[in-house]
């Protein structure tokens, strides 16, 4: 048992020492953004453009859910009149920033996991490195980059597309007016908490992408190693949302 527990802790270590391996060979890689810049930017259409449907279905009916379940809360104790600002400041602060995250986590941060892990177990990595070819630089900094910068955007269009959803829903099903839903949110309306889901969706960006490259470079064992990466990818990428947004939030809003 005790060699078992020695065992995973070492392993654990190791793993996190390779992890912060590649950030520095990612960090010594940000001088070549520019000549780069085409890999880049085909990252951010894939991480960016390519998401735009999947982040406008879970924007509009994160919002329209959490629209009907504030007003299931303040049912019989306070107005509806209050929705504007009790639904769009959970959303700008910590839903919008976090289901998008947690989305992008299975569709980018595992991709990314199981595009690398392919190129691990067929080779192809070790023939860049013969040709004298950075695969951090050339695979991992475009990625990690590209979703670093498209994550925020992502997040910003999630919440605005979530505040229209439940704008939709106190409209049309609530019968709130229109004018008080829009003036409820415009006195909760803080840049804070706009600046704060932003700086999440940064930290965000770089877990989700740093994880699945890591994981993807690590891969083997054939077509089964890629799957088992893949999922390993994503699991890591989501718990690693949740725990910094726990971290993120007491440095941004809690204290």
């Not at 700008?92 to 998008?100: F, N």
């Not at 067929?122 to 990690?144: C, F, K, N």
């Not at 994503?234 to 971290?247: G, K, Q, R, T, W």
Request: charged content about 10%.
């Amino acid at each position: 048992m005790i060699t078992f527990v020695g065992g995973k802790v070492y392993k654990f270590f190791t793993e996190l020492g390779q992890f912060f391996y590649l950030m520095l060979g990612v960090l010594k890689s940000l001088g070549r953004v520019f000549r780069d810049r085409m890999l880049i930017i085909e990252q951010m259409q894939h991480v960016g453009v390519n998401s735009l449907a999947l982040v406008t279905i879970i924007g509009i009916f994160t919002g329209a859910v959490s629209c009907w379940q504030a007003a299931y809360q303040i049912k019989g104790l306070i107005s509806y009149s209050y929705l504007g600002s009790a639904t769009t400041k959970a959303i700008i602060i910590e839903l919008g920033p976090v289901l998008a995250a947690i989305v992008l986590a299975g569709r980018v941060g595992a991709s990314m996991a199981a595009e690398l892990g392919t190129m691990k177990v067929t080779e192809q990595i070790d023939a860049l490195e013969s040709m004298a070819i950075s695969p951090v630089r050339y695979l991992a900094m475009p990625r990690i980059v590209a979703t670093t910068l498209m994550l925020p955007i992502l997040v910003i269009y999630a919440s605005s597309i979530a505040i229209m959803g439940a704008y939709l829903v106190a409209v049309l099903f609530l019968d709130v007016p229109s004018e008080t839903f829009l003036s409820s949110f415009k006195k909760a309306f803080e840049f804070k908490d706009v600046f704060a889901g932003t700086i999440k969706a940064l930290f965000f960006g770089v877990a989700i992408s740093s994880i699945g490259c890591f994981i993807g470079f690590q891969t083997s064992g054939g077509a089964e190693g890629v799957g088992l990466s893949t999922i390993k990818a994503f699991v890591v990428a989501a718990a690693s949302i949740l725990i910094l947004d726990y971290i993120l939030w007491n440095f941004l809003i809690g204290m």
